[in-house]
């Protein structure tokens, strides 16, 4: 049950909507829902493997009960359905002794449920590991709706009534404390100890998944209605290396920084939703989408968009969600580093903050701005080149030169790059990127970025931002530590690692 | 669902299938269930399952990520040849080998799941897949020497003793030749990192 709950993320928004005046730290825990959905999986497998080893040993004990012949308790027990007026009062499942455990499992409905559903289970968890996934993404999406099966299967699984228990009458009369030991007594007459009733428990499990199903079905049918709202695409913009900017409307939609949405193109598949982050400002009376070609869906998009003379294809969007990245404001010095994809959301972090800068918003605490920017070519990313460079031009014209800091830090470098850069040293501009901080090669020293920064601002808070690798993360959050002074007054470095 | 490659779900599930298997036929030993030597079968069949499908065959499209430590049994299982490559056999060997687990309640679980594995593997045969090991590339030795066919047969002309003082830094930057040791540069260089 807890598994579905993860899952509904806009009933997750909401929470995060509704519990704003919490601190932001225990919103951000709403992020890691992914993660929490995974390990509920592995619990629901573990306790399947065990729920399904205590039954095999269960119904092997049944099947010998029924074919002992050395009046032990066992058989007696299960030599009750024929000799009973009351028929439904038997214990063991296994009503003769040629029946064999295969056929009962296959004749009941626990059995017939129990065999589906694990066998559904066990595709949603082999489809579902992290190659899989990554490289096939269709393979899980189309596979993990087996889950409807599951619950389904789970709800009616015990209606059967093949776990079987004393009638409460019965436990008055001869309770098993005072009557299992003397059990060849039990047909006579006159003795205290009758013999023992038994009654089908019922079944249990659809008081458990009954509420958050509904829950997930509002979930779904919200989704649904959010995707039917009209989204207006007012501008599509075709960058380099395939990649398609998309800017849109949608009446009602409101986005913070640090947020992705979710986008369907019903033209190319009904039913598959991917996210996008959201590399537009909120300030902006657009928000936009940045697309690269990384699969199936994306490459058919971007075709589709390519097409000048068919009408654009309609787009539904369902979103925003995600904690918003609003720290960032919170610093007066802010070091952002972003690697490869994880550029991203500082697209939208860095316009939201000039556009602050701009209109002197006074949440805007941040004084200077530091950007690492590393990738292994910036092929794919040359629209961000592009609003680097016109946040370079703006600040020029605004005359405020140390405003932001970057560096671009090209790992996937060979000689030839190398080389044709070192000819071409005394240029004023970078001839890769265009802009007038010259591309760096190979990967960033932290520990010299890191007291350059604490000697240039002293005394201030420093707040480090990164969306990216965890190698990354770990490396950055111990020259945190290392470069924050003992002296609480002077420089403090604060790590924060974004979960995009 | 274009770019899938089957195989790739195909061993994974059939991996499961081998753990499932295995662990059946524990239970059904260890409780010495009626029938219990199907059950010794079952953990000998998903063994060798498991060891089969260890390696994760190579991608045709983009890379791989290796299981750990899968480069023993990769050279194990090249070792068969087209035994392991062509997909059919793959499908139809776990096919026989998931009947007799059927048999017995304890392990027909695994039977189920290395069936529907079997029928993927089928699927991906028919598309044509097959597997081939992933293997370290050998690093290519940088060739000093492949392109000189023969040595210069004049001296470059040099001027004149006075005009060699300059230091040729221009040339040595431009060749890409690190200058190692102690040098005066002509062009102020200063520290980049700020």
Same mark, same amino acid.
């Given at each position: 049950?807890?598994?579905?709950?993860?899952?509904?993320?806009?009933?997750?928004?909401?929470?995060?909507?509704?519990?704003?005046?919490?601190?932001?730290?225990?919103?951000?825990?709403?992020?890691?829902?992914?993660?929490?959905?995974?390990?509920?999986?592995?619990?629901?497998?573990?306790?399947?493997?065990?729920?399904?080893?205590?039954?095999?040993?269960?119904?092997?004990?049944?099947?010998?009960?029924?074919?002992?012949?050395?009046?032990?308790?066992?058989?007696?027990?299960?030599?009750?359905?024929?000799?009973?007026?009351?028929?439904?009062?038997?214990?063991?499942?296994?009503?003769?002794?040629?029946?064999?455990?295969?056929?009962?499992?296959?004749?009941?409905?626990?059995?017939?449920?129990?065999?589906?559903?694990?066998?559904?289970?066990?595709?949603?968890?082999?489809?579902?590991?992290?190659?899989?996934?990554?490289?096939?993404?269709?393979?899980?999406?189309?596979?993990?709706?087996?889950?409807?099966?599951?619950?389904?299967?789970?709800?009616?699984?015990?209606?059967?009534?093949?776990?079987?228990?004393?009638?409460?009458?019965?436990?008055?009369?001869?309770?098993?404390?005072?009557?299992?030991?003397?059990?060849?007594?039990?047909?006579?007459?006159?003795?205290?100890?009758?013999?023992?009733?038994?009654?089908?428990?019922?079944?249990?499990?659809?008081?458990?998944?009954?509420?958050?199903?509904?829950?997930?079905?509002?979930?779904?049918?919200?989704?649904?209605?959010?995707?039917?709202?009209?989204?207006?695409?007012?501008?599509?913009?075709?960058?380099?290396?395939?990649?398609?900017?998309?800017?849109?409307?949608?009446?009602?939609?409101?986005?913070?920084?640090?947020?992705?949405?979710?986008?369907?193109?019903?033209?190319?598949?009904?039913?598959?939703?991917?996210?996008?982050?959201?590399?537009?400002?909120?300030?902006?009376?657009?928000?936009?989408?940045?697309?690269?070609?990384?699969?199936?869906?994306?490459?058919?998009?971007?075709?589709?968009?390519?097409?000048?003379?068919?009408?654009?294809?309609?787009?539904?969007?369902?979103?925003?969600?995600?904690?918003?990245?609003?720290?960032?404001? *919170?610093?007066?010095? =802010? @070091?952002? %580093?972003?690697?490869?994809?994880?550029? &991203?959301?500082?697209? /939208?972090?860095? #316009?939201?903050?000039?556009?602050?800068?701009?209109?002197?918003?006074?949440?805007?605490?941040?004084?200077?701005?530091?950007?690492?920017?590393?990738?292994?070519?910036?092929?794919?990313?040359?629209?961000?080149?592009?609003?680097?460079?016109?946040?370079?031009?703006?600040?020029?014209?605004?005359?405020?030169?140390?405003?932001?800091?970057?560096?671009?830090?090209?790992?996937?470098?060979?000689?030839?790059?190398?080389?044709?850069?070192?000819?071409?040293?005394?240029?004023?501009?970078?001839?890769?990127?265009?802009?007038?901080?010259?591309?760096?090669?190979?990967?960033?020293?932290?520990?010299?970025?890191?007291?350059?920064?604490?000697?240039? *601002?002293?005394?201030? =808070? @420093?707040? %480090?931002?990164?969306?990216?690798?965890? &190698?990354?993360?770990? /490396?950055?959050? #111990?020259?945190?530590?290392?470069?924050?002074?003992?002296?609480?007054?002077?420089?403090?470095?604060?790590?924060?690692?974004?979960?995009? | 669902?274009?770019?899938?490659?089957?195989?790739?779900?195909?061993?994974?599930?059939?991996?499961?299938?081998?753990?499932?298997?295995?662990?059946?036929?524990?239970?059904?030993?260890?409780?010495?269930?009626?029938?219990?030597?199907?059950?010794?079968?079952?953990?000998?069949?998903?063994?060798?399952?498991?060891?089969?499908?260890?390696?994760?065959?190579?991608?045709?499209?983009?890379?791989?990520?290796?299981?750990?430590?899968?480069?023993?049994?990769?050279?194990?299982?090249?070792?068969?040849?087209?035994?392991?490559?062509?997909?059919?056999?793959?499908?139809?060997?776990?096919?026989?080998?998931?009947?007799?687990?059927?048999?017995?309640?304890?392990?027909?679980?695994?039977?189920?799941?290395?069936?529907?594995?079997?029928?993927?593997?089928?699927?991906?045969?028919?598309?044509?897949?097959?597997?081939?090991?992933?293997?370290?590339?050998?690093?290519?030795?940088?060739?000093?020497?492949?392109?000189?066919?023969?040595?210069?047969?004049?001296?470059?002309?040099?001027?004149?003793?006075?005009?060699?003082?300059?230091?040729?830094?221009?040339?040595?930057?431009?060749?890409?030749?690190?200058?190692?040791?102690?040098?005066?540069?002509?062009?102020?260089?200063?520290?980049?990192?700020?």
């Amino acid at each position: 049950m807890l598994i579905l709950l993860p899952v509904c993320r806009n009933l997750l928004s909401f929470l995060r909507g509704t519990c704003s005046f919490c601190r932001s730290t225990l919103r951000k825990q709403l992020d890691h829902n992914l993660t929490f959905h995974k390990l509920v999986a592995y619990m629901i497998c573990l306790h399947t493997a065990i729920h399904i080893i205590a039954h095999l040993f269960n119904f092997e004990r049944y099947s010998r009960g029924r074919r002992a012949t050395d009046g032990s308790l066992a058989s007696i027990l299960s030599n009750r359905s024929h000799q009973e007026k009351k028929e439904d009062s038997w214990l063991n499942p296994i009503q003769s002794p040629n029946m064999t455990v295969e056929y009962v499992t296959f004749t009941s409905i626990a059995g017939l449920t129990g065999v589906i559903i694990t066998i559904a289970l066990i595709l949603m968890v082999t489809s579902a590991m992290e190659f899989i996934r990554r490289s096939y993404f269709e393979v899980f999406w189309y596979t993990h709706h087996l889950f409807v099966i599951y619950f389904i299967g789970l709800a009616i699984h015990g209606i059967g009534g093949i776990v079987r228990g004393q009638t409460e009458e019965s436990m008055g009369e001869s309770h098993p404390h005072k009557c299992a030991e003397v059990f060849e007594k039990w047909d006579d007459p006159k003795f205290h100890c009758k013999r023992p009733q038994f009654e089908g428990l019922p079944a249990e499990s659809w008081k458990w998944i009954l509420a958050p199903s509904i829950l997930y079905l509002f979930e779904r049918i919200l989704r649904f209605y959010r995707s039917q709202q009209k989204v207006v695409i007012t501008k599509v913009v075709m960058h380099p290396s395939k990649v398609v900017e998309l800017q849109m409307n949608k009446c009602g939609f409101s986005m913070e920084v640090g947020q992705y949405i979710f986008v369907n193109c019903p033209s190319i598949s009904y039913l598959e939703w991917h996210p996008f982050t959201l590399t537009s400002a909120p300030e902006e009376d657009f928000f936009s989408i940045h697309i690269r070609a990384a699969g199936d869906w994306t490459e058919n998009l971007i075709r589709a968009f390519e097409q000048q003379d068919s009408p654009v294809p309609r787009i539904e969007v369902d979103g925003p969600f995600g904690t918003a990245s609003e720290d960032v404001f *919170h610093y007066e010095v =802010a @070091v952002l %580093v972003g690697a490869g994809i994880g550029v &991203t959301p500082f697209a /939208s972090i860095l #316009k939201s903050i000039w556009y602050k800068f701009r209109h002197a918003d006074h949440n805007l605490k941040t004084q200077t701005i530091y950007f690492y920017w590393i990738c292994r070519e910036t092929g794919a990313f040359a629209w961000f080149n592009d609003l680097l460079a016109s946040l370079e031009q703006e600040m020029e014209e605004l005359g405020k030169v140390g405003f932001l800091n970057y560096r671009l830090f090209l790992t996937g470098w060979d000689s030839n790059i190398a080389g044709h850069a070192t000819l071409n040293f005394d240029r004023a501009t970078d001839i890769l990127t265009g802009l007038k901080q010259k591309t760096f090669f190979g990967r960033p020293m932290w520990d010299n970025e890191f007291s350059a920064i604490a000697a240039a *601002h002293p005394k201030s =808070a @420093v707040g %480090v931002f990164l969306c990216g690798p965890q &190698t990354l993360a770990k /490396s950055l959050s #111990k020259c945190c530590q290392r470069y924050s002074s003992l002296d609480p007054r002077k420089v403090q470095f604060h790590f924060n690692k974004e979960n995009f | 669902m274009g770019q899938i490659e089957w195989a790739m779900w195909a061993n994974e599930q059939a991996l499961a299938s081998g753990l499932i298997l295995i662990t059946g036929g524990i239970v059904a030993t260890a409780g010495q269930f009626t029938q219990w030597y199907l059950g010794t079968y079952s953990i000998a069949a998903g063994v060798l399952i498991c060891l089969l499908e260890y390696p994760r065959g190579k991608r045709s499209k983009g890379s791989t990520m290796e299981r750990c430590g899968q480069k023993y049994m990769t050279r194990v299982v090249k070792l068969f040849g087209p035994l392991t490559r062509n997909y059919y056999i793959r499908a139809f060997l776990h096919l026989g080998l998931s009947v007799p687990a059927g048999f017995l309640l304890a392990t027909i679980l695994g039977t189920a799941c290395l069936v529907i594995a079997s029928g993927i593997y089928l699927l991906a045969a028919i598309r044509g897949e097959q597997w081939t090991p992933i293997e370290p590339k050998p690093r290519e030795r940088p060739q000093v020497g492949g392109t000189i066919k023969q040595p210069p047969s004049n001296p470059p002309p040099r001027p004149p003793a006075e005009a060699r003082k300059k230091p040729g830094e221009e040339a040595a930057a431009a060749a890409g030749v690190p200058t190692g040791g102690p040098q005066e540069n002509p062009v102020p260089v200063t520290d980049e990192v700020v």
